[in-house]
């Protein structure tokens, strides 16, 4: 059986879906303190603030198992650590109330910031083009970013030239920037995730040195 519970404590707020034993399948989490990253729905079933946590059992598992510890600690920093392995006691809710709760916990971490972690955007790094599966100037590309990297990673078209024949070759390395962190989930199921990037711009100009010795009297 599955039920849904939500509790209060402070200024946090858990909305939670637990199974068997007690333990906790998804688990929502509001600070009422910080502000939401989105804006606050006109109905919501409590009161909204940024969410803490938004993260599946299940998805972390299948992460785990795929990509290891960097495919956890990414999810973690996108969708926050679970705060409990099994729940205790709570106002009971509805299947609906939970759901409404999860999307917006959801939506409100893609739209979270996220300066530090494991690959914050911006970060610059060094890729080969692998494939260009739909052909030049259509969708994008995927890009190999090496054995210590090993993430599927994507440029989109929106970022590359608008003529196809300066679109980069298969095998032609470049630098790149992280600009998101994309994961395709389904509900209480695997999901995937890639790497968004695009070209990096070309490094500024190391400055001129200055002169030594003295200067003019």
Not at 88 to 108: I, L, N, Q
Not at 136 to 157: C, H, K, Q, S
């Amino acid at each position: 059986m599955t039920y849904w519970f939500r509790t209060a404590e402070g200024s946090l707020t858990s909305w939670r879906e637990v199974g068997d034993a007690g333990v906790v399948l998804r688990e929502a989490v509001f600070d009422a303190e910080r502000p939401a990253a989105m804006p606050p729905e006109p109905l919501a079933p409590a009161p909204w603030g940024a969410a803490v946590v938004a993260s599946s059992r299940a998805e972390l598992s299948w992460l785990a198992g795929r990509f290891g510890l960097l495919g956890m600690a990414l999810y973690e920093d996108m969708y926050g650590a679970p705060t409990a392995r099994t729940a205790e006691g709570g106002a009971e809710v509805t299947e609906g109330d939970f759901e409404r709760a999860w999307g917006k916990a959801r939506s409100d971490r893609h739209f979270t910031p996220r300066p530090t972690g494991p690959l914050p955007n911006g970060t610059r790094l060094t890729g080969t083009v692998s494939v260009l599966p739909w052909g030049p100037g259509i969708t994008g590309l995927f890009v190999d970013l090496g054995p210590e990297l090993p993430l599927p990673a994507f440029v989109d078209m929106g970022h590359l030239p608008r003529e196809p024949d300066r679109w980069p070759q298969v095998g032609a390395v470049g630098s790149y920037e992280v600009t998101d962190v994309r994961f395709h989930s389904v509900a209480q199921g695997p999901c995937g995730l890639q790497i968004r990037l695009r070209p990096a711009p070309p490094a500024a100009p190391a400055p001129a040195p200055r002169p030594s010795g003295p200067g003019p009297r």
